[in-house]
């Protein structure tokens, strides 16, 4: 059903040209082709090797007591038998299949009321996910994102000002093991000027300097979110970063946001978009720009 979604279909398509190659070009869900072919023998075995407690994590969030609950979930699990888990073979995503080239620009046809357009930058610099590290690269990203394009930026209300963006306009920021990005979607009604603009800001972003306001609005933008989220425990629970950035939480996000600093920022964005590579993906409902 979400095949039928134009908002997916714009993130799925500029996710495939950024990644022609690799596993992130294809729906994780399958095709309706591959999806008929599954039988109840293979998702028997997907269960048994996958849906183990030996590959899984407990999260709890709220007011309980820590040792309480491993005492339940110990005692819980002393009172049940389990297979043997099934060694994994998984696919070997070598870093060439991850940075190989990128489909320049794409076009579908789709019954939309408007154009939609995605703007996507891959990073092909070297980000460390296994430690903190990367999850201060991650964040910097993040902020640097808001200072240029976010709601408050002179590139934005620039945009916005000009008719070539609406509210609909957003960023995603993507660090994994293997491959990180910046998406940038929106609805539009001049799709060529919304790219070039894009473009054009992107490059005068390396060189131009940010003001100390800028940064510190910024900033307290994005530690603010952060500190909100604390009031969900929902939102503490899908924070955390499991086997990525040293099992980091929430509260190292918060830590880390509040230690960034102005050359910190500058040096990540910098060094993210030196060796990048754009793609432009959009979504026409006329099928002009076929």
């Not at 075995?45 to 309980?64: D, N």
Request: hydrophobic share 40%; charged share 20%; with cysteine.
């Amino acid at each position: 059903m979400y095949a039928d979604d134009p908002s997916w279909q714009l993130y799925a398509g500029i996710l495939a040209n950024l990644y022609p190659k690799h596993p992130l070009a294809k729906d994780i869900a399958g095709t309706l082709a591959s999806i008929q072919q599954i039988t109840a023998t293979d998702l028997l075995e997907c269960y048994q090797a996958f849906y183990h407690p030996s590959r899984m994590t407990l999260m709890v969030a709220g007011a309980v007591n820590p040792n309480e609950v491993l005492d339940w979930v110990v005692a819980n699990q002393a009172r049940k038998t389990f297979p043997r888990a099934e060694k994994i073979f998984r696919a070997n995503l070598t870093a060439q299949r991850i940075q190989g080239p990128t489909i320049e620009n794409r076009v579908i046809v789709l019954p939309t009321q408007r154009v939609k357009a995605a703007f996507g930058i891959k990073g092909t610099d070297k980000v460390d996910t296994i430690s903190q590290t990367g999850l201060k690269y991650s964040l910097a990203l993040e902020l640097a994102s808001s200072i240029y394009f976010g709601e408050l930026s002179d590139n934005y209300q620039w945009l916005y000002q000009r008719g070539l963006i609406d509210d609909s306009f957003s960023f995603e920021i993507q660090v994994d093991r293997g491959f990180h990005y910046l998406i940038m979607t929106g609805e539009t009604e001049s799709v060529a000027e919304y790219f070039a603009n894009l473009e054009q800001m992107l490059s005068q972003t390396t060189s131009s300097l940010i003001s100390a306001n800028q940064f510190e609005m910024a900033k307290r933008d994005l530690l603010g979110g952060e500190i909100a989220a604390l009031d969900s425990l929902s939102s503490i629970l899908n924070q955390d970063q499991g086997l990525l950035f040293g099992q980091a939480t929430i509260f190292d996000q918060i830590k880390i946001i509040k230690e960034l600093d102005l050359i910190t920022v500058t040096h990540v964005w910098q060094r993210f978009l030196q060796t990048a590579s754009f793609s432009k993906f959009e979504i026409d409902p006329r099928g002009e720009n076929q």
